[in-house]
């Protein structure tokens, strides 16, 4: 069974209205954090891919990540960033139900291992183009 045209129209504008907002919040992050660190060139967000294998509800998680690894200078701040991808994956477990719940933690702490392991280069790569001026 397919939807009435006019509910098609609807879904279609609510979708433009759901993108053109989530282009401005994108904005608004990246904007702020270079505010915080004006030396550094700004975030580009077209450039945002989303996450390797992630479902769209993390894809905040992975935006503001994306965000806080531009900005990273030190491998603190590094380890900052991925806590807070971490934790903000967990923040769904507040939502859902038991099962879903283990399944958001494992997804959490196994995002987690794997930018923690394999986004190094990121950082290193940055420091190295800095100190080359």
Excluded at 57 to 62: E, F, G, I, K, P
Excluded at 116 to 127: A, D, E, L, Q
Aim: overall charge positive; glycine content about 6%.
């Amino acid at each position: 069974m397919s939807r009435p045209i006019w509910l098609q129209w609807v879904i279609q504008e609510v979708n433009a209205h759901l993108r053109d907002a989530v282009q401005v919040w994108m904005g608004e992050v990246a904007r702020a954090a270079h505010e915080q660190k004006p030396h550094m060139p700004p975030y580009n967000v077209t450039t945002f891919d989303g996450c390797t294998m992630a479902r769209d509800t993390v894809l905040a998680c992975c935006y503001l990540h994306d965000v806080a690894y531009h900005f990273a200078e030190t491998g603190e701040e590094r380890r900052r960033a991925d806590a807070g991808f971490r934790d903000c994956i967990l923040q769904k477990t507040k939502t859902e139900g038991p099962l879903w719940r283990w399944t958001w933690r494992l997804t959490a702490w196994g995002y987690w291992a794997a930018v923690r392991v394999f986004g190094r280069g990121v950082v290193s790569r940055k420091r190295r183009r800095a100190r080359r001026g």
